[in-house]
């Protein structure tokens, strides 16, 4: 139980480690204005995208899926602090989505958004951490 815990928590710190630098990487291509540099940040992205964070996501819900499966759900599933956390999991993985449709837009030269936008797409994944952790460690309801 206590490993299924703690493999969960490191492929989520991976998954918010990527949700957290891909705007970053945003931002700077966004303020970018020659061709080396823009290659660069399409490989960069691309490789954090489908290399660190998306394998991030997929074993945090493996790993959270299997402990809902395994214990949590019969000793938790009717609090509310289970049911808050999974919705904001579920808007995270939308996040997640806009970060892939972002990093398309700019893989195809298509971005119509100024780095300030990035700048604040950037602390969206903050927010989502912050009320994860308090629902799952404080349970307040």
Known sequence: MLWLKALHLIFMVTWFAGLFYLPRL??????????????????????????????GLVLTF???????????????GHSGWLHAKLTLLLLLVIYHGFCG?????????????????????????????FGIIILATMKPF
Do not use: C, Q
């Open 26 to 55: 945003f931002v700077y291509h966004a303020m970018s204005d020659d061709s080396i540099s823009n290659e660069r940040f399409k490989i960069m992205e691309r490789k954090l995208f489908f290399g660190i964070m998306t394998p």
């Open 62 to 76: 493996v790993f959270g899926i299997w402990m809902l499966v395994d214990y949590a759900w019969a000793i938790y």
């Open 101 to 129: 449709k972002w990093l398309f837009d700019f893989k195809y030269d298509r971005n119509r958004h100024s780095h300030v936008y990035y700048r604040w797409m950037n602390e969206v994944p903050v927010l989502f951490l």
